[in-house]
């Protein structure tokens, strides 16, 4: 393996999605980039339905009856280990990723942080106000309100208020 950053996280990625050689490698390009074409348009739309339609077909799992606002961010490498449920809100700006990598700095990578990937869910009736941000391995409760800007890092329980950064409860519903 090489010993420059983009060839160390090229091939995490193929092994994550199984692919070898020149054809794997033209494939996870491939893939990604249809994936951005589609984040593009979802994320540019000002329609809730055709935002969630593209984002279903990148592969993230989204319920009935949801709605998205524009420039909604939603994890451009594993889209498929996002799950958002029925009647969910997200605002603009919001921010959701299924992976945490410190991408260029290969001695944090190498030793203390490696790539973390892990699904992340949002239970039914949930809000996501507008600047909040959902990291990898977090789980919203069931009609829980995560307030405008706060970051989310850690599991929150079904019915609560989350604020600031880091995210915390301040109001149980």
Same mark, same amino acid.
């Given at each position: 393996?090489?010993?420059?950053?983009?060839?160390?996280?090229?091939?995490?990625?193929?092994?994550?999605?199984?692919?070898?050689?020149?054809?794997?490698?033209?494939?996870?390009?491939?893939?990604?980039?249809?994936?951005?074409?589609?984040?593009?348009?979802?994320?540019?739309?000002?329609?809730?339905?055709?935002?969630?339609?593209?984002?279903?077909?990148?592969?993230?799992?989204? +319920?009935?009856?949801? *709605?998205?606002?524009?420039?909604?961010?939603?994890?451009?490498?594993? =889209? *498929?280990? $996002?799950?958002?449920?029925?009647?969910?809100?997200?605002? *603009?700006?919001?921010?959701?990723?299924?992976?945490?990598?410190?991408?260029?700095?290969?001695?944090?990578?190498? #030793?203390?942080?490696?790539?973390? $990937?892990?699904?992340?869910?949002?239970?039914? +009736?949930?809000? !996501?106000?507008?600047?909040?941000?959902? #990291?990898? +391995?977090? #789980? !919203? +409760?069931?009609?829980?309100?995560?307030?405008?800007?706060?970051?989310?890092?850690?599991?929150? =329980?079904?019915?609560?208020?989350?604020?600031?950064? =880091?995210?915390?409860?301040?109001?149980?519903?």
């Amino acid at each position: 393996m090489k010993d420059d950053a983009f060839s160390v996280n090229e091939q995490e990625l193929m092994d994550y999605y199984k692919l070898s050689g020149k054809s794997g490698k033209m494939k996870l390009r491939m893939k990604f980039m249809k994936s951005w074409i589609l984040h593009s348009l979802a994320y540019n739309s000002p329609l809730s339905d055709f935002s969630i339609s593209m984002q279903r077909k990148r592969g993230v799992k989204i +319920g009935k009856n949801c *709605h998205f606002s524009s420039y909604v961010l939603i994890d451009l490498l594993y =889209p *498929h280990l $996002v799950n958002i449920e029925d009647n969910v809100t997200i605002s *603009h700006n919001a921010m959701i990723f299924a992976h945490i990598n410190p991408t260029a700095n290969l001695l944090l990578k190498n #030793t203390a942080y490696p790539r973390k $990937v892990e699904n992340v869910t949002i239970k039914q +009736g949930a809000v !996501i106000s507008p600047g909040a941000i959902i #990291t990898a +391995g977090v #789980t !919203i +409760g069931q009609n829980s309100i995560i307030s405008v800007g706060s970051v989310v890092s850690e599991d929150i =329980p079904d019915n609560c208020v989350v604020v600031g950064n =880091p995210g915390r409860v301040v109001k149980k519903i």
